[in-house]
């Protein structure tokens, strides 16, 4: 177990709806980045919060937004869903934004979009 | 055109025998390129990390290579286990000002008795 846990572990939702995904990060971290993996395919990234701050993203349109908490916790939201938003969301924690340090990867949610 | 190519996309061996799988990337400034072991459904788990001035990481049967002058890894397993069965992700790192991450698509490795 790498100390980083998800919420929830599976979800249905429809076309149009919004979501919010939740993170815990392992103790200590202050960095998490936020992925999307398609079945079959390697993790998209999202964007990374550092501190509370947006510190990179990539191409995700501005429906994908995120937050970091004094905690460092985090949430994913995504707006208006759509059929192709249906992947497994994984968030990872890191002790630094910009060390080699191993990303710690939590388990995933499932979101499905019918 | 992904900037981070796996080879093989898949590959089946049997027990015991050993195995290497490629990964070229194209980005830059280069910081950090990881090699991680995905089992189905679950997040990623790290095998080893390598920076530009490294060119060979090990972590038990796992030894990574890094050419940063032609731009390619590989990760060679050694004697296969049936729990090898996975799939292995090259992931390259880049800080331009802000943090990004590239992952490729993954060699899914089945292995069999």
């Known amino acids: 177990e790498t100390g980083v846990t998800q919420s929830p572990t599976h979800l249905i939702k429809t076309r149009g709806q919004q979501v919010t995904l939740r993170c815990s990060s392992q103790s200590g971290h202050n960095t998490v980045s936020w992925y999307q993996q398609a079945l079959g395919q390697g993790p998209q990234f999202i964007f990374q919060?550092?501190?509370?701050?947006?510190?990179g993203r990539g191409n995700f349109p501005p429906r994908f937004s995120g937050l970091q908490f004094p905690n460092y916790s985090s949430e994913l939201n995504v707006n208006a869903l759509e059929l192709d938003d249906s992947a497994l969301y994984l968030c990872?924690?890191?002790?630094?934004?910009?060390?080699?340090?191993?990303?710690?990867f939590g388990p995933g949610t499932r979101l499905t979009v019918l | 055109k992904n900037q981070v190519e796996q080879s093989p996309q898949s590959l089946i061996i049997l027990e015991g025998k050993n195995c290497t799988l490629q990964c070229n990337y194209t980005v830059s400034p280069f910081s950090n390129l990881r090699w991680y072991k995905q089992d189905t459904g679950r997040g990623p788990v790290s095998l080893t990390i390598?920076?530009?001035?490294?060119n060979t990481k090990s972590n038990g049967r796992y030894t990574a290579t890094l050419d940063a002058d032609t731009k390619q890894s590989s990760l060679h397993i050694t004697a296969s286990q049936l729990s090898d069965s996975a799939s292995y992700i090259c992931?390259?790192?880049?800080?331009?000002?802000?943090?990004?991450?590239?992952f490729g698509a993954g060699t899914r490795l089945f292995v069999k008795a």
């Open positions: 390598m920076t530009f001035s490294e």
């Open positions: 992931v390259v790192s880049v800080n331009t000002g802000g943090f990004k991450t590239i």
């Open positions: 990872a924690s890191s002790p630094r934004v910009s060390s080699p340090d191993t990303q710690y």
């Open positions: 919060y550092y501190r509370e701050e947006e510190n």
